[in-house]
C-alpha cells in the first residue's frame, strides 16, 4: 500500500487529479476540516500536501501540523520558490517544497521521499529532561536515566548536554571529552555515523556523551541545526538522553523533536511557577501528553504536598525522586551516575522511571534465595 495522503487548502482539482492517477488515494481537505479528519492524538497521515498558491503566506496551520504530527511528512505546493517563506517553512519544519510548474514526476518523488520521515530515520526514542530551576537535579536524572535504560536493555544510548556551553554531563560520568556538541551543530552538514562517533566520549557507565563545550560560543545557535542534531542522533543511537538548559527559546524550538520531554519541579512556589509556564508552552508545542512532570528531592513533610504540585501544574506528577544528597554527592565524586552502586532507595526510583517513561517491561523479580529449610524439603 504506498503512502497515505492528505491535501490540505487546494481549489486546484487538477492537484487532486494528478495524485488520484498516481495512484494514491488522497483526503482533500479545508485547513479548518483538518482538526476532524486527524484528531490530535491520532497517528496523522503518511504525507500532508499543503496548498499555498492562493495565501500570499505560509500559514501558521503548518508549523502547528508538523508539531502534532511530527512523524507525517510535509510537502508545500506554491507558486514559486520565495526564499523567505521556503526558509520560514524549514524552520517550521517542512519537508518538500514544489513550485509551478508541477509534474506529476515531481509530486510522485516529493511525496515518497517525505513519507513519515522521522519512522524511517529514526529508531531511537529521544528524552528530554528540563529543570523549572537550575540545581534541582536535572543533570543527575538524565545521566541516570540513560545509564539505567543502557544497562536495562544493552542498546546504544546517548547523553547530548545541549549547554552548549559550559554544561556538566562529563563531571557526572567522570570523563573529559575531546569534542562537543558545538563541533557537531558546525558541522552538521557533514554528519554520517563515523563522524558522529568520533565526536562522543565512550563512558565506563555505559552511555555515550556528547559533551558541552569549554570555549565560548560566537553568535547565535540555529534551531534548525539544534533539531537536525536531535534527529540525527536519533538514527545512531535507540535512546537518546537531552540534558536541557531552562529559559533558551531556541532550545524549547527544538524540542518537538523530542520523544518525551520530562520537567523536573520540586516543592517551592518559585520553581512551580516556572514549571507552569514551561510546562503549558511545551505542551502547546509538543502536545499534552508528550510533557511529563517529575518531582527532584521530594520532601513528604514540605508545606507544598504533591497534590498541591498537581493542582498548580494542571497535570499528574508521575514521577517522583526521593531527597538524598549524600548518594547523590558520593557518586558526582567518584565520577558514575548513582545508580551504578544500586542500593539505595533514589537509584530505585531513577531505575523504575527509565523502565515505565521508555515503555520497557517490569523488571522480572529476584528469584528466592533457596533457604536451608528449602534445601532440606526441596521446596523454594
Ligand atoms: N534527589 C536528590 N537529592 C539530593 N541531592 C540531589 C538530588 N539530585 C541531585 N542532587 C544534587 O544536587 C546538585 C545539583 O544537581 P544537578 O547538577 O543534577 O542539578 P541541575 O538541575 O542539573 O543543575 P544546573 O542548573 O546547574 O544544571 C548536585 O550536587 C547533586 O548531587
Ligand atoms: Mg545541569
Not at 93 to 101: C, I, K, T, Y
Not at 188 to 200: A, M, N, P, Q, S
Not at 266 to 291: D, Y
Amino acid at each position: 500500500m504506498g503512502p497515505s495522503v492528505s491535501i490540505v487548502g487546494s481549489q486546484d482539482p487538477q492537484l487532486l487529479q494528478t495524485l488520484r492517477v498516481l495512484g494514491y488515494l488522497p483526503n482533500l481537505l479545508r485547513f479548518e476540516a483538518v482538526e476532524s479528519k486527524h484528531p490530535t492524538g491520532s497517528k496523522g497521515p503518511d504525507v500532508f500536501v499543503i496548498d499555498i498558491r492562493d495565501l500570499a503566506s505560509l500559514p501558521r496551520d503548518v508549523g502547528v501540523l508538523k508539531r502534532q504530527f511530527p512523524a507525517s511528512g510535509i510537502v508545500i505546493v506554491a507558486k514559486s520558490m520565495d526564499p523567505t517563506m521556503m526558509l520560514e517553512a524549514m524552520r517550521q519544519g517542512v519537508n518538500e517544497w514544489l513550485a509551478e510548474p508541477l509534474t506529476a514526476a515531481e509530486i510522485d518523488s516529493a511525496i515518497r521521499r517525505v513519507a513519515r520521515p522521522l519512522e524511517k530515520a529514526a529508531a531511537g526514542k529521544t528524552f528530554a529532561v528540563m529543570g523549572a530551576k537550575g540545581g534541582l537535579g536535572s543533570t543527575t536524572v538524565a545521566v541516570n536515566l540513560a545509564t539505567a535504560l543502557q544497562k536495562a536493555t544493552r542498546q546504544g544510548t546517548l547523553v547530548m548536554d545541549l549547554h552548549l556551553t559550559h554544561g556538566d554531563a562529563s563531571v557526572y560520568f567522570g570523563v573529559e571529552p575531546r569534542f562537543s556538541v558545538l563541533d557537531a551543530l558546525e558541522n552538521i552538514h557533514r554528519l554520517d555515523e563515523t563522524y558522529f562517533k568520533g565526536l562522543v566520549t565512550t563512558t565506563k557507565a555505559g552511555p555515550d556523551l556528547l559533551a558541552s563545550s569549554d570555549r565560548a560560543l560566537i553568535g547565535s545557535v540555529d534551531v534548525t541545526r539544534v533539531r537536525q542534531l536531535i534527529e540525527f542522533a536519533s538514527t545512531v543511537y535507540r535512546y537518546v538522553v537531552l540534558d536541557c538548559p531552562r529559559s533558551d527559546a531556541t532550545l524549547l524550538e527544538a524540542l518537538d523533536a523530542a520523544s518525551t520531554v520530562i520537567i523536573i519541579a520540586n516543592q517551592e512556589l518559585a520553581t512551580l511557577r516556572n514549571a507552569t509556564r514551561i510546562a503549558s508552552a511545551l505542551r502547546q508545542r509538543c502536545g499534552p501528553h508528550r510533557v511529563k512532570l517529575a518531582l527532584s528531592r521530594l520532601d513528604p513533610g514540605a508545606d507544598i504536598s504533591q497534590q498541591d504540585v498537581e493542582r498548580v501544574l494542571g497535570g499528574p506528577v508521575k514521577y517522583a525522586f526521593p531527597s538524598d544528597y549524600r548518594t547523590s554527592l558520593a557518586a558526582l565524586n567518584r565520577g558514575e551516575p548513582l545508580i551504578m552502586q544500586n542500593h539505595s532507595s533514589l537509584a530505585f526510583s531513577f531505575e523504575e522511571f527509565a523502565r515505565d517513561v521508555a515503555d520497557l517491561p517490569t523488571k522480572p523479580p529476584e528469584p528466592q534465595k533457596t533457604g536451608l529449610f528449602g534445601r532440606l524439603t526441596g521446596k523454594r
